[in-house]
């Protein structure tokens, strides 16, 4: 009897050692200073060895042993914190970070940061704001895509251009989100600058590749760029004045802990330079009056509010807008003419805590972007008074809901799952015109193509988990597409790995398919506000992609991250005009009418080297790739090179601390030509019986280059400690050594004159065209 009672209570005693409590830690990582929710922070716990990163709105759960721990919270930049308890019950702890601190001092510790190597996420790059802000940049303003391009694997669409070319995919085919809300044009002045004022963003991260099953919609990236959600605890303000552009950004507490707000302005004023000038000018030549228009704006606004830990609030807009117009007025006749184009987005978000391992977001957000071109005559002349106007308008607008769940399980999973829903409405080109004589009505009609509506669904679930040194991401995406009476739909599976072989090595691998609903019509020679966003129709068929990657990532003394990946992309179904197609009105026929259907092949490799702490930080990236196109309809049908098929693309970013008054900064960048098509003969055609001209043709599509692409960048800021706050003086130059860099090429037939005098005949001249020579800037800058 006595045995028996022996080993009842030595089989208790080891069950209760096997079956320990375990209780999790939940909360949020913030800056000390302003609030701020801190997103992929690291949570670690040095005595079991486990730890977790931040989600996207700087929540962590951590489930452990009852035991005592000894909890670290880290990211780079701020002092890490460190926190010993007891764990006997669910505990609510939120770390505050101070960032004051000199990257060069930092001291780092096994566990205290996710490695390159560590993470099973490959083909994504997180770029810090304040290093955006040090690159150099065109006209002294910063911009977040032109730093984007001089990642490996991104490339810009020409000389001075945001367009970003990733992986061998169009602009079109990247999901650009501003707080969760897709934004359609995300450039100002035809492209030579972003619409993201990034004194108003607080992270900014690209994913190329290895697609998480949460995104959806696109074929070649996601960039996810996230405000700031506003100072809780203090007034803060900051600001620039350079020679195109000015900004001011107000953030502070409405209720100090609980609610907050912030209003971030960007404002051109070149039409306030030039607008007297020119109408003085315009005087001297007899016109009464002469008015111009010609600038761009941003307005970023955001509020957030703290019901408790458990519940908060935020609600953000952006409206951003080009206006180009002028109207000339003289004795008899009023002649104005314009193009406006612009976004409108706003989002409402709720984060909730369901329980310490549950954390909700629910999303409502809206999206408008439209382009107006106006022309107007207005006869002044009051006995017989006569007017026209036409008026090209286009755009897309979105309404959409979502909802999405973390789950942290336990350390070695993450779960996340969500589901969504959006309301596509499409206007693709249209042109209106008025007319009207002696104040009756001769003409108001309305033409080009119709107002179609779209809804596109989606679901998926992903998990993040680890088994030793195997870390797997495997998720599904599932998503519908309704157009009319055609319904699509797309099962997306996705997978990512790494292998650790060493504390400070791993093997990765990804796979992922895509499928695209939208698509952008325009042509491959530059963007336009023009080009039109049109649906997947019963004609036009989704765009679908698959992507396979490999590579390793290490980092070296704890100072430098290095990556080097392979990859192949396959794409179907993929849009361009028809040979000889244009869609300047799109009044004449169907947009569809217009349009081809084929594929795409991109494949390269991609290394890069980056240094994030210290005096001196940057990067170098090296991209080897090539990009096909194939459409039956183009090109005889045969394989061309896509337009920015690059087969060498270089960049090199150094920016080094003189000292904490002296920072200077320097990017280099090489790539090759990009592939141009130049017609190699012309002959005669008769022009309605009447006439003739000349049309130029021959030559394969794309199969001559540019010259090789390269410049260099510098920048010199001072910067001096203000009773007020902190002033900053930036001098910077655009390709410092002025290497002319082709924007487009002509080819003109130019005479030839022999030792005579006499004409000779003709030659044929290849010219390239060159626009943005040494370009110096200044700007100053403000905090307080």
């Not at 994504?124 to 490996?152: F, N, T, W």
């Not at 260099?712 to 860099?741: C, M, P």
């Not at 080819?747 to 040494?774: Q, R």
Request: charged content about 20%; overall charge neutral.
């Amino acid at each position: 009897m006595k045995a028996v009672l022996s080993l009842i209570l030595c089989l208790a005693f080891s069950c209760t050692l096997l079956c320990q409590s375990k209780y999790t830690i939940s909360g949020y990582v913030e800056d000390l200073e302003s609030g701020e929710k801190l997103i992929t922070a690291n949570v670690f716990d040095h005595r079991s060895g486990q730890g977790v990163v931040t989600n996207t709105y700087g929540f962590f759960s951590l489930t452990l042993s009852s035991d005592s721990i000894e909890l670290t919270a880290s990211y780079i930049g701020y002092q890490s914190q460190t926190i010993v308890l007891d764990l006997k019950a669910n505990q609510s702890l939120n770390f505050r970070l101070d960032p004051s601190v000199a990257l060069e001092v930092v001291e780092v510790t096994a566990g205290q940061y996710e490695r390159i190597e560590e993470s099973s996420r490959m083909s994504r790059i997180e770029v810090p704001v304040e290093q955006i802000k040090r690159i150099p940049a065109l006209l002294g303003e910063v911009d977040v895509l032109k730093s984007l391009q001089l990642l490996p694997g991104v490339q810009s669409g020409g000389e001075g251009q945001t367009g970003l070319y990733i992986r061998g995919g169009s602009p079109d085919q990247n999901l650009i989100l501003l707080d969760g809300v897709p934004i359609y044009n995300a450039s100002h002045l035809l492209g030579i600058f972003s619409v993201f004022n990034a004194d108003a963003i607080r992270n900014v991260t690209l994913t190329k590749g290895g697609f998480p099953a949460r995104y959806g919609g696109r074929l070649s990236s996601v960039l996810e760029i996230n405000m700031k959600e506003g100072n809780l605890e203090e007034f803060h303000g900051e600001g620039s004045i350079g020679i195109i552009t000015s900004k001011l950004t107000l953030e502070a507490p409405i209720v100090k802990g609980k609610t907050s707000f912030l209003v971030s302005g960007r404002r051109t004023y070149a039409d306030l330079i030039f607008r007297p000038i020119i109408r003085a000018s315009m005087k001297d030549d007899g016109r009464e009056d002469f008015d111009i228009k010609l600038h761009f704006y941003d307005l970023n606004a955001k509020v957030q509010h703290k019901f408790n830990d458990k519940h908060r609030l935020f609600a953000s807009a952006y409206l951003g807008a080009d206006v180009f117009g002028n109207e000339i007025t003289d004795n008899y006749d009023r002649v104005s003419g314009g193009i406006d184009w612009g976004n409108l987005i706003s989002s409402l978000r709720w984060n909730y805590q369901i329980t310490p391992k549950l954390f909700a977001n629910s999303t409502l957000t809206y999206s408008k972007y439209n382009i107006d071109i106006l022309a107007a005559v207005d006869n002044l002349n009051p006995l017989e008074p006569e007017s026209f106007r036409a008026k090209y308008f286009s755009g897309i607008e979105d309404i959409a809901a979502k909802i999405d769940i973390d789950y942290f399980p336990q350390p070695r999973h993450y779960v996340r799952m969500g589901l969504s829903a959006t309301a596509h409405k499409y206007s693709p080109g249209a042109l209106s015109f008025k007319s009207e004589v002696d104040h009756e009505i001769g003409l108001d009609t309305l033409v080009g193509s119709q107002t179609t509506y779209s809804t596109e669904y989606a679901a998926y679930v992903e998990d993040d988990m680890q088994f030793g040194v195997l870390k797997i991401n495997a998720g599904l995406h599932a998503s519908a597409f309704k157009v009319g009476d055609r319904w699509y739909s797309s099962i997306q599976p996705r997978l990512s790995l790494r292998y650790l072989l060493r504390n400070d090595l791993s093997l990765k691998a990804s796979f992922s398919t895509m499928t695209q609903y939208i698509n952008l019509l325009s042509s491959e020679s530059f963007s336009l506000p023009t080009d039109l966003w049109v649906p997947s129709t019963a004609r036009i068929l989704p765009q679908r992609a698959w992507q396979a990657a490999i590579g390793m990532a290490r980092t070296l003394n704890d100072k430098f991250e290095v990556s080097l990946e392979a990859y192949y992309k396959k794409m179907q179904n993929v849009l361009s005009y028809k040979e000889g197609a244009y869609f300047l009105f799109g009044v004449d026929n169907d947009w569809q009418d217009k349009v081809t259907q084929g594929n795409g092949e991109a494949y390269g490799l991609e290394f890069f080297l980056q240094k994030k702490k210290g005096r001196t930080t940057g990067w170098l990236g090296y991209t080897l790739s090539w990009n096909w196109r194939q459409f039956d309809e183009i090109n005889s049908g045969a394989r061309y090179p896509f337009r920015y098929d690059r087969r060498h693309d270089i960049s090199l970013v150094v920016n080094h601390d003189i000292s904490k008054r002296v920072k200077l900064s320097a990017a280099w960048v090489y790539g090759t030509g990009n592939a141009v098509t130049l017609n190699t003969f012309t002959y005669p055609s008769d022009l309605f019986g009447t006439s003739y001209y000349e049309i130029e043709a021959g030559g394969n599509k794309n199969s001559f280059r540019m010259t090789d692409y390269h410049r260099l960048d510098l920048s010199v800021a001072f910067h001096k400690q203000k009773r007020w706050g902190e002033r900053t003086w930036t001098i910077g130059v655009y390709n410092a050594y002025y290497h002319r860099n082709p924007y487009f090429m002509t080819l003109s037939n130019l005479p030839i004159i022999d030792g005579d005098g006499n004409y000779a005949g003709s030659k044929l001249v290849l010219e390239e065209i060159s626009i943005l020579p040494i370009i110096p800037s200044v700007s100053y800058g403000f905090k307080f």
